[in-house]
């Protein structure tokens, strides 16, 4: 009888971890995409827009 209840145990906490993990899928995916379509191939010498006059 134990024996039964520590499985059940372990499938619920399976199925939660399982459940979780599909809802971080999409997210890590979509990231992964945009870290990919962002790149990273900037000309050294180009003048960058985002620091202003009083920084420079």
């Known amino acids: 009888m ?3 209840e ?3 145990e372990w499938r619920a906490i ?3 971890q399982a459940r979780v993990a599909i809802l971080f ?3 890590v995916v979509s990231l992964l995409i945009i ?3 962002a790149g990273n191939d900037r000309d ?3 003048v ?3 620091v202003t ?3 420079r």
């Open 2 to 4: 134990m024996n039964d």
């Open 6 to 8: 520590k499985r059940n």
């Open 14 to 16: 399976f199925y939660v």
């Open 25 to 27: 899928v999409p997210v």
């Open 35 to 37: 870290g990919a379509l």
């Open 44 to 46: 050294p010498n180009a």
């Open 48 to 50: 960058d827009r985002t």
């Open 53 to 55: 006059g009083s920084v």
